[in-house]
């Protein structure tokens, strides 16, 4: 069966200090992987994604970056945190072949990071 | 361009009552639709999907949901609430034959009442 792990669950940075999250998934080859933020325990705001090695998408332009060295590992860094960007930062993976899987999204445990 | 709305940021009901939560779509061609849950400090967990078939889908913890393609609905229900029902719901979906990404709601407030 397919699991995935994400660390560390709570981290408090002062500002201007960097980050860095991970995110491993095991038991599927090839996946989708996404990092996600969640303000306040409300809505889900997508922040990147990548459909293979070395290959990330940025949905929205940020503080933030995130890279791929592994097929199933998905990386969350900043060089310089900022008060803003604190939040529960949730990792995923689904598999999205057309006419093979249906795309649903798997997620973490989430990590809470705290800005100070 | 796909989209879910969940109109309603907080539903409340009181234990052992029926519930509803609501959710639209909007779509090209036939959907994928979704509903995860969230506990407070947890990641999200698949509660069921449509795919394809009977509109009435059942899922994990008593919970089912109901496609409706003309109303482009997908409204989430449970018979009997329980306090432990309380969580922050999403509804999400992708259109099928695609490869976009799943589109979520911004996920609604379930307070159940003892």
């Known amino acids: 069966s397919q699991t995935i792990h994400q660390w560390p669950a709570t981290l408090v940075q002062p500002v201007g200090s960097p980050l860095s999250l991970e995110c491993t998934v095991e038991g599927t080859s090839n996946p989708n992987l996404y990092w996600y933020r969640q303000a306040a325990g409300r809505g889900l705001q997508l922040l990147f994604y990548s459909v293979g090695i070395g290959q990330i998408s940025s949905e929205v332009p940020q503080n933030l970056s ?15 945190l900022l008060l803003s960007d604190s939040g529960f930062y949730l990792c995923a993976w689904s598999v999205l072949e057309v006419g093979v899987a249906t795309g649903e999204l798997f997620f973490g445990e989430g990590s809470r990071l705290t800005v100070l | 361009a796909q989209s879910v709305a969940q109109p309603e940021d907080q539903v409340n009901v009181a234990e052992g009552n029926p519930l509803t939560v609501k959710c639209t779509y909007s779509v090209s061609g036939n959907p994928y639709l979704f509903w995860y849950v969230q506990y407070p400090n947890r990641g999200l967990q698949f509660l069921l999907k449509y795919i394809t078939g009977d509109n009435l889908v059942k899922g994990s913890y008593g919970f089912e949901a109901e496609f409706n393609k003309s109303q482009t609905s997908f409204h989430l229900k449970k018979p009997s609430a329980l ?32």
Request: hydrophobic share 35%; glycine share 4%.
């Open chain 1, 66 to 80: 995130a890279s791929r060295p592994q097929d199933r590992q998905f990386i969350l860094s900043s060089k310089k």
């Open chain 2, 83 to 114: 306090v432990s029902d309380s969580a922050l719901y999403f509804c999400a979906v992708r259109a099928k034959r695609s490869t976009d990404k799943l589109i979520f709601g911004t996920g609604t407030r379930l307070q159940v009442f003892p």
